[in-house]
């Protein structure tokens, strides 16, 4: 079976998830299209960081993924090469890429709790309060609120990123009770 991933001008066929990734080192960031200066490329680099050149690429294999398959191939890819769950911008590329392509929301929540422990900070928080809020589906709302009081519990102070989106779910939903109280955190937090 062949994965099927385009990068900007670009597409490369592997065999395998192994494959991909040779073939994402000898591309390095476009600039090589030969495998011999990509290679010189890596072993001038001051510290050689496989995991770092990995997630640089699969950030852009995510942007660039058409499919539901090729999501969950660069997820499996991204836990087999130690990048999931640690990686905060992998996982929220991952739960956006889910939002996009899957309307079950228990695989974007299954992302978002395997990451949690390893980043509390509002930018986990806000990826998910955003794909929830830019769904629009019926009852997503209650779900959306129990993300945004989770963070609130769990310690991590909401930013000037997380407010908009609550806000707007809250007028979507007439929810005055909860705008009332978003924006006295807005107030207390003063942004």
């Known amino acids: 079976m062949f994965h099927h991933v385009r990068i900007p001008r670009l597409v490369i066929f592997a065999k395998s998830l192994q494959t991909l990734t040779e073939s994402s ?4 960031d476009g600039n090589f ?6 290679r010189k490329m890596f072993d001038e680099m001051p510290q050689r960081d496989l995991v770092s ?3 640089k690429d699969l950030l852009c294999f995510c942007v660039n993924t058409k499919s539901l398959v090729q999501i969950q191939q660069l997820h499996a890819f991204a ?3 130690g990048l999931l769950p640690t990686s905060t911008s992998i996982s929220a590329a991952l739960i956006l890429r889910y939002a996009a392509f899957s309307s079950n929301s ?13 980043s509390h900070s509002a930018f986990l928080y806000n990826t998910l309060i955003r794909d929830q809020t830019m769904m629009g589906v019926a009852d997503v709302h ?3 609120f129990d993300v945004y009081n989770g963070m609130l ?11 908009p989106f609550v806000l707007k779910l809250c007028t979507d939903y007439t929810e005055i009770k909860k ?11 003063g942004i």
Not at 25 to 28: A, D, E, H, P, R
Not at 33 to 38: E, L, P, R, W
Request: hydrophobic share 45%; proline share 4%.
């Open 53 to 55: 050149w990995y997630q």
């Open 25 to 28: 080192l000898k591309l390095g």
């Open 179 to 189: 705008g009332l109280e978003v924006h006295g955190m807005l107030m207390k937090i």
């Open 33 to 38: 299209c030969d495998s011999v200066s990509a």
């Open 106 to 118: 228990r695989i974007v929540q299954m992302m978002f709790n395997q990451s949690l422990p390893f």
């Open 142 to 144: 209650i779900f959306t």
């Open 79 to 81: 836990i087999i090469h």
């Open 153 to 163: 519990r769990s310690g991590v102070v909401p930013d000037d990123h997380t407010f």
